[in-house]
């Protein structure tokens, strides 16, 4: 499987997907810290607070699941032109090993991007003036939150990515279930729809009144197993060729 990762990984490095893993939290960073500049005057708590709060608003109920389905729909789209499943199918190497490879690095490159919106963070911060010590236990931990909550979310736009070969299909599915993603949250149906967990995982869980946890976390599993066998299932099956 070493090797495997390995040429998944220099796949990689001939795309534009890691400049999508570094740029897109850079840029949403940006409109946080300008966000927190513009109306400077109109704050009146503490300045990492405001720059965390600006930051992190947009973060996880619309970028990262916008990054998540472009970039498992790009690595995909990979095998699914010029006949790379034949290539790859052909090998002697098993489905559950190309499958969990895929996804391994998929994730990967998630937990990067979310490491990637930390450090700007962090840096966004510094440069603008921020007074006090670095607050790091208010930017990890809610970090930290999103890497199990977006993992339904990777198992259907991986399975959706495998699923159809035009890349519009998952990337309009993922786009279009991201964008009311925060209205739901705001309500009692936020337990079934996954684009919501982020959100509950990041924001929500900071509220002290926040009491629904082991819901999230039980649902968050109970998902990603059942999306994952049916999925994994349906690619050991099925003729994508």
Known sequence: MKSLFAAEWLKLKHSRILWIVIL????????????????????????????????????????????????????????????????????????????????????????????????????????????????????????????????????????LSLRYHHIGIPLGIGIGLAVPSLLVANTKYWIVYPWTYPTMAALASQSSTFSKGPLLYGAIALVFLLVTVFGFTEFRRRDIL
């Open 24 to 159: 897109m939290p850079i840029l949403l960073t940006a409109q946080g810290v300008g966000n927190f500049t513009r109306y400077s005057d109109i704050w009146t708590r503490d300045n990492w607070t405001v720059i965390i709060e600006q930051c992190l608003i947009f973060y996880p109920p619309m970028l990262l699941p916008f990054f998540i389905a472009i970039v498992i729909a790009l690595m995909i789209r990979i095998e699914h032109s010029h006949n790379g499943w034949k290539h790859l199918l052909a090998l002697p190497v098993r489905r559950g090993h190309i499958y969990a490879v895929k996804f391994g690095l998929a994730l990967l490159l998630v937990v990067l991007n979310i490491a990637v919106f930390g450090a700007s963070i962090v840096a966004a911060g510094l440069l603008a003036g921020a007074d006090g010590p670095i607050p790091l236990d208010r930017i990890a931990l809610p970090l930290l939150r999103l890497i199990p909550a977006v993992l339904p979310i990777m198992a259907i736009q991986f399975w």
